[in-house]
């Protein structure tokens, strides 16, 4: 039976990739340079998914509480520009895919699904990523948060595809790990896949109510 699906959307940090310890060690050395404490990678993973400017905001905001100190505009603007060298730096550093990915985009890909990535990381990192785990060719489109006007959780990133690829929102299936990737897909009407592994505030992915819920990434291939 041929599958009501034409496009999916993946988001790129917890779902398809394990950034996390790129991510603490590129924070924590922004944070160094300005004497402020050391976060650790559970604490900052409760401040990933909203991008780069929300992270460091919370980060800062974290600091100060546990330092006293805070930074003048002028500063913050300079922490998140160190921000970036590092990250630039450190994007495959330690960073890894998660298990069952690669493989199982390139079945989707060869039974001709259309690819895509949206992600709220900065849009200069997005493509740098995918080809360091050689899984770039695979995507017709990558997203990143400078690439449109809003981000998730808005619907605009899926809207955009589904008129670009010419889809139905019924026909795009969306993929993520955070309770934002389910909000902008069943905003724009997708249906959606909420992974368990990945990055939510350290709370289920169930709670965010998408339509199915996986363990595995494989697991996609059932459905579609």
């Given amino acids: 039976m041929a599958s009501q699906f034409k496009l999916i959307g993946f988001d790129l940090d917890g779902t398809l990739v394990d950034s996390l310890p790129d991510l603490a060690l590129s924070v924590n050395s922004a944070l160094r340079e300005f004497g402020l404490p050391q976060a650790t990678e559970n604490l900052v993973l409760t401040w990933i998914g909203n991008g780069a400017d929300i992270l460091i905001a919370r980060a800062l905001n974290w600091a100060a509480e546990q330092s006293g100190k805070t930074l003048t505009e002028e500063q913050i603007s300079t922490l998140k520009q160190r921000f970036n060298f590092y990250y630039g730096e450190n994007l495959c550093n330690v960073s890894r895919l998660y298990p069952n990915v690669k493989e199982t985009l390139e079945r989707l890909s060869a039974q001709g699904f259309i690819l895509a990535v949206v992600t709220n990381k900065p849009t200069k990192h997005v493509q740098p990523v995918l080809q360091a785990f050689g899984i770039d060719h695979l995507f017709s489109e990558t997203l990143g948060g400078q690439s449109l006007p809003a981000i998730k ?14 889809v139905y929102p019924r026909q795009m299936l969306f993929v993520g790990d955070s309770r934002n990737d389910i909000l902008a897909a069943h905003a724009a009407g997708c249906p959606a896949v909420g992974l368990t592994y990945g990055y939510n505030y350290n709370i289920p992915i169930a709670e965010a109510q998408p339509d199915w819920v996986f363990d595995d990434f494989a697991e996609i291939l059932n459905i579609v």
Wanted: glycine share 14%.
């Fill in 153 to 166: 959780p808005h619907p605009a990133p899926l809207y955009y595809l589904c008129g670009k690829f010419g």
